[in-house]
């Protein structure tokens, strides 16, 4: 029906009934979404540089190996989230360009090696533990061109160790903090910093820490305003934001 | 961008240069979903005679009133759910036509009351307590043009009642079935009957039923297959289902 | 006692003191649930078709291998769900005419092949990982002789992909749609087609996604009204749902 | 550039230019923490123009007046949140200056009405019940001197009108999307803008929204990366992170 | 369908066709269940004594009064649960020889008062706050013909108390023991009872109690075997279940 | 202290200055509790024929086997629950009288074999997968010397094959029930007996069952009163409840 | 037959037939919990000076009055907790020596006013909502005698204000430390303070905080070892907790 | 004390008996958290004789066998918690010296062996499943220099068993009680002793013990006042604490 209707009107314009004007402005009219999800892919195209990722958790690695190739021969930095070992093998085998990073649990596949960002974002984490999550972020960040300075190892526990650092989480664009357990050092980091802090709450812990909800009901409950947090070791999305905010900064300065 | 894309395209048709058949196909061709969103704009113009409802509970009287004005107005059905008295109170003042069902603690403002669907549906509940939900339902059926049939006080405990309901059940194109507690009179009613039964929990009980969770699971968890299942209290949401599927019988049959 | 009573009546029609009408009446007035759940069976024999089905995760390969063989032998058609590859292999070793369908992790014996109906339902899902629960519920679909039209890999990320496959969801009698994480596919589906859309939230995801509770919330508190919900990982009870809706609509048009 | 400071104050002791007792007078006067949480004062007055908030709930009314009083006679701009109108009574005896938000259930009191910013906050809310806590967003960034676009009502329901504001939310510095629910609309919000998303899930809903635990979820899970998230009905802790990114942009751009 | 059959038989049997044996012998024949839910009935006349009840909590007064009014005109003796004082004066205007028992929040209307059993049901509780949950065992007993012992506020924190009560909680057939808090006095009254305990809790307590949760998974999870639970503040239940054993003991001794 | 006072009296009675009567006296004023938990060994030594049980999971084959073979050199009648086939072959070679019963996953070591009681329980299950838990209950009986009727696979699905299990169930002097899913099989079968029924959630099940707490909550808001609660699988605590009873009335009759 | 066995006994001495020492001897082989309870008196008259205390929530002003003023005859110091000022106004008309503590919501009646306790404990609060609770535990200290230190309002967004406190905190014994939202507080001040820190979560917040359970939550997981935990908003139990470490430290050093 | 420090240093600044450049460099050299967090270092330098610990779960066989070869090499004794076999074999190898504790799953390398203190505390546990999370706890004490009594399998369902040990838990400074299931042994356990008790549940149980909860929370909710509770298994936690309190006691009186 709704192509009736612009036969109809493309007939009219063709007879010189109706200026092109008149249906342009007509075409406007239609219910406005019809022109609207178009844009979504125009300002895909503008955010070139995102790698393609893929979440590998629950997909066979022939199924990851695949999404990897087709992504890859398209020219698209490639980004694949926990990954163990044996699935990358398979990647590798698939695409020899793959580097696997063991801490992150992670792979990528560079489309180009540009130059990285020259501000940074600070990636923290409280403990040992918490590291896969903390080299998720970093990988992410590095995937998306953008510098990383890892400060990790600084838990609550023994805040000089974090002071020593303060200098350079304060000069990172966003900090991303990963902890688990009580999740305190995201509020810590916020007293020290004025840029953005993002938290990640990690499943690092025991008993009454439920695989993270501990850590993530600190953080969102959090007296350090200003403080936003993702996913329970969600280290991948908490290096998008930090790195759209960086971004954002980039762009504005040229 | 588009907008410019689309005037060249109305220009060249303008000029000739490009017939309306190669233009619509043109148009065609721009990203699908321009043409997308569109469909809902006329898919919703063709469910004609579903109402506007209005959620009151967390609006004002004043917004629920101006709300149904407005709608009302503009000759839709209106239905407000979550309506109580006093809140209704300030609606009639403004929408004088306005009806209130205090059972179901909603209000109608309807279009035209034209004849009711031939075919119906059950509206099942366990006990009194369990009636406002399910009058939320009823009246949502008959905002909607749909026959009802009302089954109440029909619980698990004495099954006799139900059985001597169940031709009226069984008859029905689908069946809203309310309860509270553990939530097993849907199980058994989709026992009694080969049409759908959409199971309502109700936040009835005390302690452990956590106000509805029990039920809601119990539900969720059947062991009568094909049962589905809306949110606690949503008795307007399993009426709205189960007006769609009786239309979809009536709309098939002519 | 009850069947002292009924003898004595007996004895009255045959001695002619009670005439068969009289003693029917007499039936009639006895507690009326004993016709009750005679009708069970009866409605049951009207929805042949419907396969007998083993739910198979917490049983022996051996006890699911001797049930299907009961039943195959009955004649009925078999569907065995959530079994592993290990597990069928035995039941294959019963039943040889049993058929593997490994991504829907399931089993079927069809009793006869006829015709699969012309109308079909609509199985879709949000991304790879969810593809398990989809194949249930397609393998289900056609275990009842109901045709399925698979949309998968459509998740809200890439609304596009979604949009192109608009037309095949929009045709179908009802859509079960499947999606993990916060599980807003539904809801979106809900916005493309005036066919009923029933919602199975999947264990896909991780951290706060809580093994599909939080897609399960998301379902049941859509704003998308008429979404009804099963069961997390249920494609098996979505698609009966589905397909008691359309046997409904066949039946009803002949 | 404290240790320039300390420089300098230990060759003036040298110098005999200070007493030792005079640097010891000074040292104390240095903000105590100075060696080690030093950091923190600098760059809170750094980041002058940031209101001193008072979270009322909890408090008495007294208690409120009290400290509202003594920051503004300090010179600070002071933001009151969770203040029911009767607080707000008090508050405004002891403070006249006091500025009550109804929709916001927020008061003010500016230090000094400067331009506000030349680049904006998007503020975005789903329904009309979750405006108080998108309203106590937008007076959180006009209290810190931040330019706010409010763009209400645009739940995904109704996505057309959300589609028609897509300008004024992409041309936001960042988004502060508040919905309840099942808490979709950030994520589709994310996926009209290139800027963060920081969604705040709102206690608008029933049954199973218990109180905005399902939009909070559904936003953690979101699968639009880069979404950050706030705690439930936390309008201001939003409004100060989007207020973050927004002045380092500022900044950095001069 | 089925009455058809039935009529036919009927005929047969009246025209001599079928002896009266035969006939009985086919109705046996008939779906098993068409004599099944009879016995419902049977076996609920058995259990004369016990007592109609009204959960009173979301009825509304007149409801209340309405049902208790035919149940006592019926000559049912009625027990009205969770009944606060305002709403009975509604009963009481309807029924004036029901009686009110505050301390359970209960009434009763007696259908004739007959001698109490000659064995007992203990009823313990831990604190007095506990009381109205152990009194609407009591009343709900004394509304069976039971016969009770109250042995209240005997608490784990002073076990003298509990010890010097031993002998009456052994002389029980079943002891109901209500407890809020941590719910531990179920465990210890079972190590001093050879006789079923029948635990009961409560919503007493604060914080971590989760109004009753705490105490339930308490008493779950109890050592002391043989412990059977009922829903949290459910005196009601426990005590019916209590004096279901007492009377199968006083039936099985005569 | 207490041993001095104690000392002290007896010398006094020793020196005729303190009758034995007014010993007797002050010693009955001692804390009365001196007296009290003694009386625990005596009705401990009371329910002779109670098995000693040992929990076996979370204990080394080895503590098992030791445990076991202590017990049953005492003479004791021993059931080891939770115990895997792999170390039963600890206990079995350590205590070779042992008796492993499979499906119950327990092993018994016999005191003596006398006559199992008379009057028996009724152990009931809904369907193959709650076999383990409802074996539990069953060789826990016996293990207590007391017959058992096992009723299994006696789904609400199905409800004519639980119906024509009623006479057995009805003869029963308590039924263990138990079921996973939604736990409706207990609230169906209270309403075919006039005995107790005793419900065990079992984790069978997926999704929003939650490992048994679908059922467990369904069972604990049964709308059946009467029904009493045990802990997920907990077959072992049930069967100890409905023993009690039953021995409860044998000793009662003699 | 425990007391004929001790009459027995005595008479034995009595007669002169058995020894004072043998029978001290025999009382000592009599089953050895018979003196075992006996100490918990003893050692409860040891700890003279600890409160009786009446929890008020859940009581009647008049059972409230009833029983402070029994407790307040003997003699004993009474404490009331979660005392609102209307239900203090019957108990001070009842005991009007009874003081309410406001803030507290608490009354106390002293048996004697003797100087208070040399060491101190300290009681610390992160803002002004927690002080109810704080004061709670300060209430109750001095009603054991004990000396309290108030270190109010010193949350760890303003840290200096804590660390200008450090000194008292460090000179006490134990630190009861209150705190909401995400509970980060006690963790802070346990890395200042080498004495116990007793961490008291208070329902302080709103969304996430769930009442409190976040600040449980974070307290429990605490990576600051040493650090253990009462309920929720127990600020009474912390404070008992406190003064017996005190206690055991006063009596062991005279 | 600091400030004299820094007095001094200043006078001999002034003095010119020390250059403001070494002036500078002293400072430096000071702790750099000297005027805020000083504190810390110094107190930590008082609890010489704490181990310093490694949460061994989540870390790999090299990590920990490198952070304990670090620790060992500056003398410190080493305790690593959450070690399984496998693991401590790596740390062997690098540690020859490091003492594997089996049923602790922990291993330490000590210092120095010196003797153990006077006092002791008492690790009390309910069953043989609880005996990891004790040895936990003793093995941390041990570390710690602090004797240790042992009270294991002394639940209440068999409560002489405990009655018998009363002596031995009495005379202890602290007793760290671990138990699982309904938690119920720290509530009697403090009923017999005036130290205090300090609660770990542990996460022995099964069903709706919820891996801890359920002992967790019976523990928080006790109405045995004065016991505060660590999370689920951190015998550790509970160790270090009561230590703690007993260094508080030596060190008090010398």
Redesign the interface.
Known sequence: ???ER??RL??E??A?TL??EA??EQ??G??????????????RS??KGYPE?I?C???TPE?VAAIALRMAEAGETVLGT?CGPDMFQTVHDTVPRAVYHAAARAFTVMAEEGPLSQRYVAVVC????DIPVAEEAAVTCLAMGVRVERVYDV???G??RL??Q?ERI?GA?AAVVCAG????LP??VA??????V?AV?T????????????????????????????????G???A??AC??LK??EQ??G
Chains 1, 2, 3, 4, 5, 6, 7, 8 share one sequence.
């Open positions: 029906m709704n192509q612009l036969s493309l007939e314009v063709a010189g200026s092109s249906a342009l075409l406007r239609l219910p406005f979404e019809d022109m609207g999800f178009a844009k979504i892919d125009f300002h503008l955010r990722t979440f958790q629950g997909k199924q926990r409280a403990g040992t533990s838990g609550v526990a805040i000089h002071l020593e303060r304060s664009v357990m009580e999740g305190a509020s810590v007293g020290l910093t004025s840029s953005l993002i709450p499943s690092v812990g025991y008993g009454a820490s439920f695989n993270g909800i501990a850590a993530l009901l600190g953080m969102l409950n959090s007296c350090a305003t200003g403080l936003t947090v993702v996913n329970i070791d969600n991948f999305g908490a998008v934001a759209t905010i954002l900064v504005t300065t």
